[in-house]
């Protein structure tokens, strides 16, 4: 019998899995010692062009000073270095982690040009604000990023946005940053032309360009750059402001657009949405023919499944969206659980008051089945295909009619189905697509149940 394979380590750090390559090194999901909480870890690893430009010992202090400059800056919306140390002769640190990142919440492929997931306007706005009010911590301190895409957004269990990852980032005043002859800083599309053209002369606008694009691609999942269609002839949402806004962050002359954060996100806060009015019966007004009879045929006992096997068994795009869309009818809800009459499910209508992990949310299944939470003893997690099933058809006007069959702004749930061993499928109603993620990521739960009628 073979002996258990011993995990590697990293200093004093227990490595779980690897997040990621980049340019300068490896990212990994690491356990701290005592305390087994989970760190992000960063060693130097850089990639043999990049070794071969600037040298390792450049790469070392480029390091360095990376862990330097996360250091000092100390704002809500800038990741924080937990810890720096050697492994060999190789420096790493550690800083908070957080599975997600608007890269991956918007399916950004390294095939920058594919269209992307789009996210809601509200959302947008919100996470905008904070993005530009980390920008003007760092501005002011005299760090230029150099690298603003969705992949440094992380983003918290709370929604909140962390920006991370200042290997590229440049000191104004000392007017020092990584570069050599040749070497390109920053991300295509993203970067901005005097970046692109020279990445020394980047300096607070630079940032400024790449969190336009930033915001554009989350609104309409396409870069500027490739379709540069102006919101308003496209989308009633948006009026002449929106196009104005977009204008000037994405100028190519720095001169011409926000000439700091400040003024950028104070424009950004002036923007308005302009809804289109509806009638409030579209809420109840389901033509008979449309009142299914049956479940619609929704999966109800999990399954373990990858790739494409899996987008065909939850019936979603490649955007892992779904193709199809349920018209919810939601009864006059109870006060912990409410019925979906289209499809005959039961739902928690509040869950989990917090975030848990996989394992956790298996074990608060069990808690409310055993205290018969609302008078049901037969609750689950759902399946993917359950959870697809809340999202609501994009296509149709919002509805503002009846009570709200939720409570809680809670939009991250745990499904029942396994990716793997160690990971698990989940899907953001908000923003609506299924996921997965490791297990030791954290959720919400809200129950599901099949009505006995």
Not at 137 to 162: F, Y
Not at 263 to 282: N, P, V
């Amino acid at each position: 019998m073979r002996g258990k394979r011993r995990r590697r380590r990293i200093g004093r750090y227990t490595i779980t899995g690897i997040l990621g390559h980049g340019g300068m090194g490896t990212v990994y999901r690491a356990v701290m010692p005592t305390t087994n909480r989970t760190v992000a870890l960063k060693l130097l690893n850089p990639s043999e062009p990049l070794t071969a430009l600037l040298g390792m010992p450049a790469l070392r202090d480029i390091f360095s000073a990376e862990v330097l400059t996360m250091a000092r800056l100390r704002h809500p919306h800038i990741a924080d270095i937990r810890d720096f140390d050697y492994d060999g002769k190789n420096p790493f640190y550690t800083m908070e982690y957080y599975c997600a990142n608007l890269g991956m919440m918007i399916d950004e492929k390294f095939t920058l040009e594919s269209p992307t997931r789009r996210i809601p306007p509200d959302k947008v706005l919100a996470w905008g604000a904070q993005i530009l009010d980390g920008l003007d911590c760092m501005h002011s301190a005299g760090v230029v990023h150099r690298d603003i895409k969705p992949q440094n957004m992380l983003v918290t269990d709370e929604n909140t946005i962390k920006i991370c990852d200042f290997g590229m980032s440049l000191d104004m005043e000392e007017g020092s940053g990584p570069s050599a002859p040749g070497m390109r800083v920053g991300t295509p599309y993203y970067a901005a032309p005097e970046q692109a053209a020279d990445p020394d002369r980047a300096d607070e606008r630079s940032d400024l360009f790449s969190a336009g694009v930033l915001l554009y691609r989350l609104l309409t999942g396409e870069l500027p750059v490739m379709k540069g269609f102006m919101l308003s002839l496209v989308n009633p949402l948006y009026d002449q402001g929106w196009d104005d806004f977009f204008a000037r962050a994405l100028s190519w002359k720095p001169e011409r657009r926000f000439q700091n954060a400040a003024e950028m996100a104070a424009a950004l806060m002036t923007l308005e949405l302009h809804r289109q009015k509806h009638s409030r019966r579209i809420c109840r007004d389901i033509a008979a023919d449309q009142r299914p009879s049956s479940r619609h045929g929704l999966r109800d006992t999990p399954i373990r499944a990858s790739g494409g096997r899996a987008g065909n068994l939850f019936g979603v795009d490649s955007l892992w969206q779904p193709r199809t869309y349920i018209r919810n009818m939601f009864a006059p809800p109870e006060e912990h659980i409410v019925l979906d009459e289209a499809t005959r499910l039961l739902w928690q209508r509040a869950g989990s008051a917090c975030p848990v992990d996989r394992p956790e949310a298996e074990r608060l299944i069990a808690a409310w089945n055993g205290a018969g939470f609302g008078g049901i003893t037969a609750w689950r997690l759902p399946t993917v295909n359950e959870l697809l099933s809340l999202i609501p058809d994009p296509t149709l006007p919002e509805s503002e009619c009846g009570p709200a069959p939720f409570t809680g702004e809670r939009e991250w749930f745990w499904s029942c189905d396994r990716r793997s061993r160690k990971t698990s499928w989940y899907v953001n109603t908000r923003l609506g697509y299924a996921g997965w993620q490791d297990d030791g990521c954290r959720y919400f739960v809200r129950a599901v149940a099949s009505s006995p009628v």
